[in-house]
């Protein structure tokens, strides 16, 4: 049994002020669509929350459901996936594809109790600059008020008690 | 002297008993096995008891096979037992290569099944609600259970695991390919799983009457169709998990004209199994219309227990987030 | 590879290099700490911060880091790799490192720019940079492909849009096939008696093109012909096609035309499709007197030794010396190998049935656009003269526009040429006949050079016009044959009844009824409308999205002769600009089947709009064509078992930048 006596002089202060939480978001964005809106958003100056990171790929159909999923059980609270709109695909219909897999997953992961908000597809055009704007910060002040999601994958199972520890005496 | 025989062991944590019917079912090959090897621990079959394990020397059994996941601590203990006495840990079977179907249970929560088991099933009388595990006594002293954790696991994630035997259960073909592979010279990469690392549509019988373009409207379940016996499952509309499993088993289950449900597990290069499945069949998804692609997928009743019906503690988000 | 297994003999070495662009980035993002951190991370052999890494001092930076250092892996972190990605590229390429051991990372348009907070623009900053760092281990040394461009051309069409196209091409001095599936090119434009605004005469200025096109070294003009396949990929098409039996020996014939009078049909019995069935031939016959190539062409439909095989055959007899007629000519195919084609297929007109209360096929002197054109036309059925099917001159004429298009039951768009075709028939039905001439129209639609001019030119030879959508079209009873033509006119707020002898229904243009056939047959897509669609509406508008293949006219969306012309001429100089260069280069960030763990699953092969991906029979396994496949990805996420790869975003490198990015989540 770890000896826990020792943190009681190191106890932190109960007014102790805790640094408020801050969502991170992947976000995967097609390179001919959302991730030009995304640069005309930053050679217009816009300003919006720092908490997404971008990964860019060709097409919003590259988007493989594992990475969503790699996503969030590496620590991310919210993923956003950014394509062309319905029928502007640069590829045709990567994005019917995306869209597709996108509907599926989603009621796997809210059926994994992941809320709604934290799984975001949106179109975005090339010339919609402001709509990344306004899409990130959206999604960022509701994952705020969700809290953090931890869905880490190695969840570490609750420490045994001393009695289960003394299951080598079992009697028979 | 003639040379002490391989030892070899096998043991069964969170199983249905099937892992453990499919070496009873090598049949006269059981004979051939026991030939070649010393079996020194199989509880459901000899006499063997813990103590004996715990007192062979570490690394002594030359291959272990262990079916069945890991839900309580007495599993883990074994498990881990197990592994420092063996030189080899064969996950065998799907509940210790991936979770299993017991892995659904990481779907709800230890309180909500215990609950659900000892108090709320119909047939249940248990009025003091009382749950097992709490201490208690009996004739020669203290009695305690193994504590039922919070989520299932599969073998890997508890020790470290050094060849899967793929399938629910593993077929005999492939036991005992996997038994002579093991009791030979080469031994395979450190990992592997031991079947072929393709998906199973490359040994479906059906394969040929696969169209190269499937469109659905809707998807069916195997009990609304009469199931046309020579053509390909998915192009009928049923989820077949077939293009997202690994192949081995030859396809029985497509041979008794059911779909393939998976239980192999993913191909090497997949880390999520449900994913890819999950992928593949929005594919099929005739229709470009958000609200019509729900009406059509509305059509699959259980996406996390049609696509991860052996595999969701393996798969990338192991658990339901409320677990 | 051994390439790559030399290269990283020593490790990964990364190096990395942070930008300030001047204060862009250093402004916000604490660029020296950002270095300092990333030194840190595994694999990174030096990490350096400078004012401008692109300009030359920057560059020779890299270059030098990656000969002294022995860097294997480089990694900019700057502005969008939309602006400098290629720029970078050939930097450590010039180094003499493979161009794709790169990664770029942005960190002034998503990060500097767009952020106040500089900790967080900071932190963010690093959580990007380790993410390329992790991806840029497992890049793979890549080759862009050369394709070399065949000079040939195929130009499908053989109308003005294909005429112009075709004659533009040859006189660039490249080969040109014309494949026209009727037995004359011309197209519709023939059909016409004169063109608008200035009213030329469209054979007078359409058969010179014609000829031009029929005597030219270096076009090959094949009529009757359709092409039934086409394989292969920009710069290397191999195409079939299919030559149709004429009956009659092309090289022979000189287009005498004595085999005609001499049929034993002494009478013209066949509907005439050229005179659009108001007019008609015999069954064997020439479609129009300019035709070209000017030979004449048996109906095996009509013509009694093919019915029976037991004709006389006058027209041999008089043919004896030239020994034209041939009827056991068989249909032909022919591959052919080029490297660039135009679809100059042009297109339909509606169907006037489809708008059944005009009347169309039910009352006789009902008709279409193009049956009055060649009624006025002198070489049509009445020899120019507009005279209705039961013998008398219209005293009234009706014209309605807007026949099937802006309309939600037929077509919904403008067909663009119709008032203007409208107002040509106005004036020239008053030339001819000096009937009376109502023109109902939705809005008047005259935007081109001279077009509005000619709209008061019509006006003031006092056609009348009624704005307001004709409503319906029925017999006026006891009006001896005239037809009641009704319509709300919108400027007077009053319902107009008015009676006619003859109605003009100006039907707009539509895609030709195969093609959707057609353009899967040459890989490219067509838009709701069903026209072919073009790689964008303003900047590629003659381009599609399979390179190699250009559109010209009609078959891409409605437009009149002027812009069909422009366009063809556009079309040529895409394909020319290729052929010129002799070369295009691909990007190799294609998509690949791991052949060996392939299953055959057949998933992919449909998902792919360029049909990169195919069947193996005798393999059972799918497999891509790097020259057609664009590298979207979209074959890849959807492979179940993960036997399809992209080069450059693979599977593994992308859960490597999630990973980077989250590592201290």
């Not at chain 2, 020579?230 to 077949?240: H, K, P, R, S, V």
Request: proline fraction near 6%.
């Amino acid at each position: 049994m770890p000896d826990v006596s020792s943190n009681l002089s190191q106890a932190v202060p109960l007014e102790a002020e805790q640094p408020a939480f801050e969502p991170r978001v992947v976000a995967f964005f097609c390179t001919w669509c959302t991730y030009m809106a995304a640069d005309l958003a930053g050679t217009s100056r816009m300003k919006y929350a720092p908490n997404v990171r971008v990964i860019r790929v060709m097409c919003s159909g590259r988007i493989d459901p594992q990475f969503v999923l790699a996503a969030f059980a590496n620590g991310a609270d919210g993923v956003l996936i950014g394509g062309c709109h319905p029928g502007d695909c640069h590829y045709q219909e990567g994005n019917y594809n995306c869209l597709r897999r996108v509907r599926l997953l989603k009621r796997v992961i809210e059926e994994l109790g992941i809320e709604e908000d934290r799984f975001r597809l949106e179109w975005i055009s090339a010339a919609e600059g402001d709509r990344v704007r306004v899409v990130i910060n959206d999604m960022v002040e509701k994952l705020r008020a969700l809290g953090p999601l931890q869905m880490k994958k190695e969840v570490p199972l609750r420490p045994l008690s001393p009695e289960e520890h003394e299951l080598q005496e079992v009697a028979v | 002297m003639t040379r002490e025989k391989p030892k070899i062991a096998f043991y069964w944590c969170a199983s249905c008993g099937g892992c453990e019917e499919a070496v009873v079912d090598l049949a006269e090959e059981i004979l051939d096995v026991v030939a070649t090897a010393d079996i020194v621990f199989w509880p459901v079959a000899l006499d063997f008891k813990r103590r004996d394990v715990e007192q062979m020397l570490d690394g002594s059994i030359l291959a272990t096979f262990l079916n069945g996941a890991i839900r309580t601590s007495e599993q883990e203990e074994m498990a881990k037992l197990l592994r420092r006495k063996s030189k080899l840990l064969v996950a065998f079977g799907s509940c210790s290569h991936l979770g299993g179907i017991p892995g659904l249970a990481n779907l709800f929560t230890r309180e909500s099944i215990l609950q659900a088991v000892y108090f709320e099933t119909p047939t249940t009388e248990n009025p003091d609600c009382v749950l097992p595990g709490v201490p208690g006594k009996d004739g020669n002293g203290k009695l305690t259970l193994p504590y039922f954790s919070e989520r299932v696991r599969a073998l890997d994630q508890v020790v470290e695991v050094d060849y899967y035997l793929p399938g629910c259960p593993p077929l005999p073909r492939i036991i005992t390919r996997a038994v002579a592979t093991l009791l030979g010279e080469h031994l395979p990469e450190k990992g592997s799983v031991l079947a072929p690392d393709e998906a199973l549509c490359t040994e479906c019988p059906r394969k040929d009457s696969k169209p190269e373009k499937i469109a659905l409207k809707s998807f069916k379940r195997p009990q609304e169709i009469l199931i046309d016996e020579t053509q390909c499952l998915l192009a009928q509309g049923l989820l077949c998990m077939g293009p997202a499993t690994r192949a081995g088993c030859e396809a029985p289950c497509v041979l008794g004209n059911m779909p393939c449900t998976g239980c192999c597990g993913p191909p090497g290069r997949v880390r999520d199994q449900g994913a890819k499945a999950l992928s593949a069949i929005a594919s099929l998804v005739d229709s470009q219309d958000e609200q019509e692609i729900d009406a059509v997928l509305a059509s699959i009743p259980d996406p996390v227990g049609t696509f991860y019906r052996y595999s969701l503690p393996a798969s990338l988000l192991a658990h339901s987030r409320k677990v | 590879m051994a390439e790559s297994k030399d290269i990283d003999r020593n490790g990964i070495q990364i190096g990395v290099y942070v930008c300030h662009c001047g204060t862009n980035i250093a402004g916000t993002v604490d660029v020296k700490a950002l270095t300092e951190y990333v030194a840190t991370l595994p694999g990174v052999t030096m990490a350096r911060n400078y004012k401008y890494v692109c300009s030359t001092p920057g560059q020779e930076l890299i270059k030098r880091d990656i000969h002294e250092l022995g860097l294997n892996r480089i990694v900019v972190a700057a502005c969008s790799p939309c602006l400098h990605e290629k720029t970078f590229r050939s930097v450590v390429a010039e180094a003499g490192l493979n161009p794709y051991y790169f990664q770029m990372v942005n960190i002034r348009e998503h990060d500097s720019w767009v952020h106040t907070d500089k900790r967080a623009a900071t932190e963010k900053g690093k959580d990007l940079i380790r993410a390329a760092v992790r991806r840029v281990r497992l890049h793979k040394p890549l080759e862009r492909k050369r394709v070399s461009i065949n000079p040939a051309v195929l130009i499908v069409g053989g109308g003005i849009a294909g005429i112009h196209a075709a004659l533009t091409m040859a006189n660039a001095g490249k080969h040109v096939y014309l494949v026209e599936r009727d037995a004359t090119i011309g197209g519709h434009m023939a059909m016409f008696d004169k063109t608008f605004p200035t009213l030329d005469c469209a054979a007078c200025i359409l058969t010179p093109k014609m000829t031009a096109v029929k005597s030219h070294h270096n076009i090959t003009l094949w009529t009757l012909s359709e092409v039934t396949q086409v394989d292969g990929y920009v710069g290397n098409y191999q195409v079939t096609i299919k030559h149709k039996p004429r009956y009659v020996i092309e090289d022979a014939c000189v287009g005498c035309m004595e085999c005609i009078d001499a049929c034993v049909y002494k009478q013209a019995k066949v509907p005439d499709e050229f005179n659009m069935y108001l007019g008609k031939r015999k069954p064997i016959y020439i479609p129009f007197p300019q035709a070209v190539p000017q030979v004449v062409v048996i109906d095996r439909e009509s013509c009694i030794e093919f019915k029976s095989g037991k004709c006389k055959k006058t027209c041999v007899e008089v043919c004896a010396d030239r020994k034209a007629i041939d009827f056991k000519q068989q249909e032909t195919t022919e591959t052919i190998e080029v490297g660039t084609i135009i679809l100059a297929t042009g297109f339909f007109t509606v169907d006037a049935k489809r708008v059944p209360y005009y009347g169309y096929g039910i009352y006789p002197n009902v008709y279409t656009g193009l049956e009055v054109e060649r009624l006025i036309n002198a070489a049509g059925p009445t020899n120019g003269e507009v005279i209705l099917r039961d013998g008398r001159k219209p005293q009234r004429v009706a014209i309605v526009h807007c026949v099937g298009s802006r309309d939600e039951n037929t077509n919904r768009y403008c067909s663009r040429v119709c008032c203007m075709y409208s107002l040509k028939l106005a004036h020239l039905i008053k030339e001819k006949t000096e009937a009376e001439v109502f023109n109902f129209y939705i809005d008047m639609r005259t935007p081109g050079k001279g077009f509005e001019e000619f709209y008061n030119r019509v006006a003031d030879e006092g056609t009348h016009f009624v704005r307001g959508r004709v409503a319906d079209i029925y017999p006026n009873p006891g009006d001896g044959g005239r037809l009641l033509v009704c319509a709300e006119d919108t400027l007077m707020s009053t319902v107009r009844k008015i009676p006619v002898d003859m109605v003009v229904l100006s039907t707009g243009l539509e895609p030709q009824p195969d093609a959707q056939d057609v353009r899967r047959r040459f890989h490219i897509t067509c838009s709701t409308e069903g026209f072919f669609l073009e790689r964008h509406p303003k900047l590629a508008p003659v381009n599609t999205f399979t390179d190699g293949v250009f559109l010209a006219g009609c078959c891409q969306g409605p437009k009149d002769i002027p812009d069909t012309v422009a366009q063809a001429g556009a079309a040529a100089a895409e394909a020319l600009a290729l052929i010129d260069i002799g070369y295009i280069e691909q990007e190799p960030n294609t998509a690949h089947v791991l052949e060996e763990v392939c299953s055959g699953c057949k998933t992919c092969i449909p998902l792919c709009p360029y049909q990169a991906i195919s069947f193996v029979e005798n393999k059972k396994k799918a497999e891509i064509n790097e020259v057609l496949c664009k590298g979207c990805g979209t074959c890849v996420a959807s492979c179940p078992s993960g036997s399809v790869q992209q080069n450059l975003f693979e599977d593994e490198e992308i859960f490597a930048e999630i990973e980077g990015l989250l590592a201290y989540a």
